[in-house]
């Protein structure tokens, strides 16, 4: 005797198709699992998208102690040409208060993330204006890297001087104190022994003194500890000894890229540093 569909209970009720019957219950049961799986998919694309970071765009070098900025021309155009907004702090060397200030009013002006840079001494610039929260790497270069309550002079102390090329002016005022400054005609072998003689001379011969309260102020924050670093070790250096530099930077935990260079290494090695920095941009 036949059944007739229309004594089919509703979710047992067939439709046939080339000879395979499929119940309507089996074929809600797939829609089910296909929508479940498209919205998994959906809700891992979302989280994926909120918890990638996007690449920075804006890099902001602060220069080192006894040069100015105009020393990172070549990194500069490297950067530039690969499509980054670039920045070059001029700060005054004055004091480390007076210098993470010209710092962040750089930053300011950048819509960020930013790779923030320093060089020597701004090292320690940028360990403390680098927990502005637009930094999203730190790139220390031949750089001090002090943590809370360590001053630069402090770090520099740990291990023997490369060189006794420093020299310290007459304190002008109480208040002022002294200023530091290389001997010229040491100023080559030990600060640019790699970098061509007369551009080593102009580098002696326009030199930014830095202030004595610079090297004695501690930093208040290690913006280190929270965020990524990158450091250039330079393995020539003989003003940031390479020792106390590979001691800094396996405290802290940064990638590391060792370049055998002199201090200037922006300037004798400038696609090495280029490299670095967009490798923290990423």
Do not use: C
């Not at 530091?180 to 326009?206: E, G, I, K, R």
């Amino acid at each position: 005797m036949a059944i007739t569909d229309r004594y089919m209970p509703a979710t047992q009720m067939a439709t046939r198709n080339g000879g395979q019957i499929e119940t309507q219950e089996t074929h809600m049961s797939t829609l089910r699992k296909s929508f479940a799986i498209a919205l998994m998919v959906a809700m891992t694309g979302t989280v994926a998208n909120a918890d990638s970071k996007p690449a920075a765009k804006d890099i902001v070098i602060v220069h080192g102690a006894l040069v100015d900025g105009s020393g990172w021309r070549a990194v500069y155009d490297i950067l530039s040409k690969d499509g980054f907004h670039v920045t070059v702090v001029q700060e005054p060397l004055t004091g480390l208060a007076e210098d993470v200030d010209a710092t962040k009013r750089i930053l300011d002006q950048q819509t960020g993330p930013v790779v923030l840079v320093g060089h020597s001494y701004a090292g320690s610039v940028i360990t403390e204006a680098g927990a502005d929260p637009k930094v999203s790497a730190l790139v220390y270069v031949a750089a001090l890297q002090p943590d809370v309550g360590e001053a630069s002079g402090q770090l520099l102390s740990k291990f023997a001087a490369p060189s006794d090329a420093m020299r310290a002016t007459p304190a002008a005022t109480a208040t002022t104190g002294k200023y530091f400054f290389m001997q010229p005609a040491l100023f080559a072998a030990t600060y640019a022994q790699d970098v061509p003689a007369a551009d080593a001379q102009f580098l002696a011969d326009s030199q930014q003194q830095l202030a004595e309260k610079a090297l004695g102020a501690p930093v208040s924050v290690a913006a280190w500890r929270t965020k990524p670093s990158f450091a250039i070790l330079t393995t020539q250096d003989h003003v940031v000894s390479p020792e106390l530099q590979r001691w800094m930077y396996q405290r802290s935990g940064a990638k590391v890229t060792e370049v055998a260079a002199s201090h200037a290494v922006f300037i004798s090695q400038p696609a090495a540093v280029a490299r670095v920095i967009e490798a923290a941009a990423k």
